[in-house]
């Protein structure tokens, strides 16, 4: 059984940057697909950045791609999300998710139902 708690969110202004951190624990996950996933007032959660830790292969949302940048710190089981440019509309509950499969990862890297384990959440909010 995997844990995995966020950390790192907090209050920026629009064009800032933040680093969220997330620690799995319970098993070793270098062998996982693990994602950023973001959740706004009243919107559902959507993907933000995806990695398949094995091969290195990652996705973007969108609405992110040239601004976040996941990484895997594969010593340590961390994984992070380094967020620039930030803008307001960046503003909400982040979460990291995991999952030893890659059945529904391959065709939907980005969707909440590629994965079995999710942290608690870390927000952060732009303004």
């Known amino acids: 059984h995997v844990q995995l708690v966020e950390s790192g969110g907090g209050s920026v202004q629009a064009g800032g940057s933040l680093t969220l951190s997330c620690i799995a624990s319970?098993?070793?996950?270098?062998?996982?697909?693990m994602g950023w996933f973001r959740q706004a007032p009243g919107k559902e959660r959507g993907g933000v950045a995806t990695?398949?830790?094995?091969?290195?292969?990652?996705y973007y949302g969108s609405s992110v791609k040239g601004r976040f940048t996941i990484s895997k710190v594969n010593a340590k089981d961390t994984l992070t999300l380094q967020m620039n440019s930030l803008k307001p509309e960046d503003t909400a509950m982040y979460y990291c998710?995991?999952?030893?499969?890659?059945?529904?990862?391959?065709?939907?890297?980005?969707?909440?139902?590629?994965?079995?384990?999710w942290g608690q959440g870390t927000q952060v909010t732009v303004s």
């Open positions: 319970g098993c070793t996950v270098t062998s996982f697909v």
């Open positions: 998710a995991a999952d030893p499969a890659r059945i529904r990862w391959w065709s939907s890297p980005l969707r909440t139902t590629s994965y079995n384990y």
């Open positions: 990695v398949d830790i094995g091969s290195g292969s990652t």
